[in-house]
């Protein structure tokens, strides 16, 4: 099956700093999301995302397909941004894979 | 509002008493799927339905199992819960499971099996 790795696992940033979240994965896919987890658990989606790029306020990403990574950008981080972001991919009927996720820590 | 919409959000039981986790879709998807959440594990497939009857299995199906009377509808059912199913479940559906459409996802069930 696909293989779906994010990086870095955790960081932990200032409130008002931006970060650049990677997922790499290891083959084709026709499908990719972007998800952050708020700390009660929920699956936010952020951004559906197979190739090119996206914004939405404060967050962008881009998918590059034929290298097999995408990217989201938080810009000027909030406190309401901390949890975890998950990117998942899927590819023709099977399952959604997830990354396992990276961590996101913004101190007031 | 298109949402995916799982009941109970919690819930604690106790050992071999049978339970079901609602989930129910309003945006008419073919394709729904329950997955449980656990640390250092990830987010697992436990089952999916492809359609109205057609249900199969996922990554670890064991000790649960699923339905797919209506489109809507695809509950998960627990016949005789054990603690290492002590999990945060979630419910999510597609247009399909070949289209070019995303995944959209519950909030979640957490479940504590004592």
């Known amino acids: 099956g696909i293989q779906v790795e994010q990086s870095p696992p955790d960081l932990i940033l200032q409130e008002g700093a931006n970060s650049t979240l990677r997922c790499n994965f290891s083959d084709s896919v026709n499908n990719l999301q972007w998800f952050h987890q708020n700390p009660w658990g929920q699956l936010i989606n952020l951004f559906y995302?197979?190739?090119g790029t996206k914004q939405n306020g404060r967050l962008s990403a881009t998918t590059v397909a034929t290298e097999r990574y995408s990217l989201l950008y938080i810009s000027s981080s909030q406190t309401t941004d901390s949890g975890v972001y998950f990117c998942a991919v899927h590819f023709g009927n099977e399952k959604l894979t997830f990354g396992t996720g990276t961590r996101l820590t913004i101190i007031p | 509002e298109a949402q995916v919409t799982q009941n109970p959000r919690y819930l604690i039981t106790v050992t071999g008493k049978k339970l079901t986790v609602t989930c129910s879709q309003n945006m008419n998807h073919e394709y729904m799927s329950w997955y449980r959440q656990d640390p250092g594990l990830g987010l697992r497939q436990i089952y999916y339905?492809?359609?109205?009857?057609?249900?199969d299995k996922g990554d670890v199906p064991e000790g649960y199992k699923v339905s797919r009377k209506e489109k809507r509808n695809f509950p998960l059912i627990l016949e005789s819960p054990s603690p290492n199913q002590t999990s945060l479940y979630f419910c999510?559906?597609?247009?399909?499971?070949?289209?070019?459409?995303?995944?959209?996802f519950g909030d979640g069930t957490r479940l504590s099996i004592l």
């Open positions: 339905s492809m359609n109205v009857e057609v249900t």
């Open positions: 999510a559906s597609s247009l399909s499971s070949y289209s070019n459409q995303p995944q959209h």
């Open positions: 995302i197979p190739s």
